[in-house]
């Protein structure tokens, strides 16, 4: 995976421009959907070898860069879907770049109980984000059942571990710390 990617480039040099703290997610979701929705098919393009991957996988964008913004490409398998989870208390955007995804979104109760809220559908260039711990809980799947579905998910530092939820048959919710393992580095 050598050769040149001009769209995620330019895709991480917005991220960047960007990366000041607490960015205005609304203006950078547009920005970023902007080079999508023009360059939808150069992307798939450059993007071909994830699109073949036969499981869930995050690959980062970029060098890691100490204390800023975050930014991920994962690679969601035919029908593949995650658990609830949350993102470690990170402010995140996420945006698909190739096929459909659903994010379905949860809250979580005085009580510690977990309850479904909306749901949101994204095709290339939609993106959907959250500015705290309390709205980034969600649950996402890959809304194909034959081809792999790639997006982008940029978050408000590193995203190292974070929670996943279970429903027990005793209708309480298990939390699971998981680690965010990541593939590689896409340049």
């Not at 913004?69 to 945006?95: C, F, Q, R, S, Y």
């Not at 260039?125 to 940029?154: I, K, P, T």
């Not at 929670?163 to 209708?171: F, I, K």
């Amino acid at each position: 995976m050598a050769y040149k990617r001009p769209h995620l480039k330019k895709l991480g040099e917005i991220v960047r421009a960007h990366d000041s703290g607490r960015p205005d997610l609304a203006l950078l979701a547009r920005e970023l959907g902007t080079v999508v929705h023009r360059h939808s098919l150069a992307l798939a393009d450059e993007l071909d070898a994830l699109r073949r991957a036969e499981r869930f996988e995050r690959w980062r964008l970029g060098a890691p860069r100490g204390e800023g913004a975050e930014v991920l490409i994962m690679v969601w398998p035919p029908n593949h879907a995650t658990p609830v989870h949350d993102h470690a208390g990170l402010w995140g955007l996420e945006m698909a770049l190739y096929g459909a995804l659903s994010v379905e979104n949860w809250q979580r109760g005085p009580d510690g109980s977990l309850s479904a809220g909306g749901r949101q559908w994204l095709g290339p260039g939609d993106a959907c984000w959250f500015e705290d711990a309390a709205s980034g809980l969600h649950r996402c799947r890959n809304l194909s059942r034959q081809a792999c579905a790639l997006s982008l998910h940029v978050y408000g530092g590193r995203l190292e571990h974070y929670l996943a939820y279970a429903p027990t048959p005793q209708a309480a919710w298990r939390t699971r710390r998981q680690r965010a393992r990541v593939i590689g580095q896409l340049a």
